[in-house]
C-alpha cells in the first residue's frame, strides 16, 4: 500500500513543481469557479470543500513523498497536511470538521444553510491563495469585488 510521508521543503526547492500538483492547483480553481456560481447551497459548500481537498493535494503533490509500508492505514488529505506543511494545520482542522457535511450534502441531505455555504467558499478562497503562495504560483482572487 502506498501511503505519504511528510518530507518537509523549504520555500525555495519548490520551484520546479510537479506536473501533478499544477493540475490539482487547476482543479481546484475549476471547484472553487464552480462553487461560486453553483444554485444551491448544498452545490456550492461541496464544490468549495472539493477545492479546498484539491488544493491540500497540490501540497502533499509538492512536499510529499510516497513510501511502501505494509499495514498502513489509509489517511485523509487532512491528517496528513500538517504533517507536511505544518503551516496549514488549523485549516486541516477546519476542513475536517467540514468534511462529513460534504458527505451530506452530496448526499441531498438538507445540512447545508446558504451563509454556511457562501462562508466556506471564502474560507476556501484564501486557503487556496495560501496554498498557490506557499508553492510559488501566482494566485487570482475568484471571488467578486464590490463595485
Known amino acids: 500500500m502506498a ?4 518530507t518537509p521543503r523549504s520555500a525555495t526547492a519548490l520551484s520546479a ?9 487547476a482543479a481546484a480553481r475549476r471547484s472553487l469557479a464552480e462553487a461560486i456560481v453553483a444554485s444551491t447551497a448544498a452545490d456550492r459548500y461541496a464544490a468549495a470543500h472539493l477545492a ?13 513523498r510516497v513510501q511502501r ?7 485523509s488529505v487532512w491528517q496528513v497536511l500538517p504533517e507536511v506543511a505544518g503551516e ?14 460534504r458527505t451530506l450534502a452530496q448526499a441531498g441531505v438538507p445540512c ?13 478562497e484564501t ?19 464590490g463595485s
Open 3 to 6: 501511503i505519504l510521508v511528510a
Open 17 to 25: 513543481l510537479p506536473s501533478a500538483a499544477h493540475e490539482l492547483i
Open 52 to 64: 479546498a481537498l484539491r488544493a491540500a493535494a497540490a501540497v502533499l503533490a509538492t512536499r510529499g
Open 69 to 75: 509500508k505494509s499495514r498502513s492505514r489509509v489517511r
Open 88 to 101: 496549514f494545520a488549523e485549516w486541516s482542522d477546519f476542513f475536517a470538521a467540514g468534511a462529513r457535511k
Open 112 to 124: 447545508v444553510t446558504s451563509r454556511e455555504a457562501d462562508d466556506l467558499v471564502r474560507e476556501v
Open 127 to 145: 486557503f487556496v491563495e495560501r496554498v498557490t503562495a506557499s508553492l510559488g504560483v501566482t494566485h487570482q482572487s475568484m471571488l467578486p469585488t
